[in-house]
């Protein structure tokens, strides 16, 4: 192994590992540390999918750095640490301690602080995250149910959660930049690197410049340059278990509440294909389950079909303020687990997922421990099929990936295999 990845949730990780695969990495998912002796495999990189995005902090700091010690022990001799392209977090949150807890276990002086994916619209420029265009504050991210950004200055968010200074530079970096570096790491201090990323170019150029690090951090777009850095030390062919053209079925299991996948819902039923639309109030009261939602849906007698519980900002901020925020999120993603290991029982192969914390939870109810990374559908959303069930086909996408026609393009290409 080469290249060790570790990501805050688990369609981050699967985000991260379409771009490693993009670039000609044999790459392999897996979910969670793995907690017995696996399989051989030989693989270029590994990305180890977790929760830390909203864990405790201290569970968030260990679990992680027990992830890039066991990547470390693996062979891996470039660290990433994967975060949301928009920087996902609140003002306690987990990005800043995990970096530092790397840059001062491991003895890097600095690490780059590279959020950007340029194809998704998400980019860096003199220190500030955009999103299309429109600076992170002022974006659909405001109002996120879960981490409405506030800020967009990544050194104003790092403020918060980091101990150490951040270095903005534009690319090409100038004459002075490596004297600024000098002073912020010196006495064996650490500090964090802002570069200006807005296209792929400056991304080539951050990863030839910065080639030295050891231990990056950021979205999944640098991945990719980092990888393509890499790809003269390999020299074998690449085996995914991926066939020829198939006749299956397709389940879409929608939670996120983020602007880009209620539009690709809202297209999705303009095309009069089926969905079920779930109600928590009635999960609540105890006339819905698992068992009944699926029987209401009619998913039984579809080869395609979508059941999701995604709902507006208010009537997120509203439930939420009536049941409690904690609550009603909990019980969303134990139906959805419910739901995935429904339809896998009733012979459903290509399963769909929308939402950062719907998929995390879908995968812990599977059990699947490791994937192997095929084609994506979109930009940072791969078809992944579980190691040990290669007839089962996969898709989890973060709520704000993918373009409108998102959930039928994905189940055209799973079909195909």
């Known amino acids: 192994m080469i290249f060790g990845c570790v990501a805050d949730d688990f ?3 699967s985000d991260g590992a379409s771009f490693l695969k993009k670039a000609g990495l044999h790459t392999i998912l897996m979910n969670g540390i793995p907690e017995k002796k696996e399989e051989n495999f030989t693989a270029d990189a590994v ?9 405790e902090r201290e569970e968030a700091v260990k679990e992680c750095l027990d992830a890039f010690q066991w990547l470390r022990a693996k062979g891996a001799k470039i660290l990433y640490f994967k975060y949301c392209s928009t920087f996902d977090s609140t003002d306690r949150g987990n990005i800043g301690p995990v970096i530092d807890a790397v840059l001062e276990k491991y003895q890097y002086p600095y690490t780059l602080l590279c959020p950007s994916l340029p194809v998704n619209g998400r980019t860096v420029r003199q220190g500030k995250l955009y999103v299309n265009g429109v ?3 002022n974006s659909s991210m405001r109002e996120h149910p879960l981490t409405p950004m506030k800020k967009s200055r990544l050194a104003d968010l790092m403020e918060k959660q980091g101990k150490y200074s951040c270095l903005e530079t534009g690319m090409p970096v100038d004459g002075s930049f490596y004297e600024r570096l000098q002073r912020e790491t010196s006495g064996g201090s650490h500090c964090y690197i802002v570069p200006d990323y807005e296209t792929d170019e400056q991304g080539k150029e951050i990863a030839d410049t910065f080639s030295e690090a050891g231990f990056y951090t950021g979205g999944s777009g640098l991945m990719e340059h980092l990888a393509n850095k890499l790809k003269a030390h390999i020299c074998h062919k690449e085996t995914t278990g991926f066939t020829k053209k198939r006749d299956c079925s397709s389940v879409i299991l929608a939670g996120s509440c983020s602007q880009a996948t209620l539009e690709q819902i809202e297209e999705y039923q303009k095309r009069g294909l089926p969905s079920y639309k779930i109600l928590p109030e009635r999960i609540l009261n105890g006339e819905l389950n698992a068992k009944k939602i699926w029987s209401e ?4 007698n579809q080869k395609i079909g979508m059941i999701y519980s995604s709902a507006s900002p208010n009537e997120v901020r509203e439930l939420q303020k009536k049941e409690g925020k904690e609550r009603i999120s909990g019980i969303l993603e134990k139906t959805m687990a419910a739901l995935a290991q429904i339809a896998v029982t009733e012979g459903m192969q290509n399963i769909i997922a929308a939402g950062g914390e719907t ?9 699947y421990q490791s994937y192997w990374i095929g084609n994506s559908i979109a930009p940072g959303v791969p078809i992944m099929i579980p190691v040990t069930e290669p007839s089962q086909r996969l898709a989890l996408k973060s709520g704000n990936f993918g373009q409108k026609d998102f959930f039928t393009e994905a189940v055209k290409k799973m079909e195909e295999g």
Do not use: D, P
């Open 297 to 300: 849906s009619g998913m039984a």
């Open 47 to 55: 990305v180890i999918a977790l929760k830390s995005r909203t864990q």
């Open 135 to 137: 600076l992170l504050e």
């Open 11 to 13: 369609t981050g990780a």
């Open 359 to 367: 998929s995390g939870a879908i995968l812990k109810a599977l059990g």
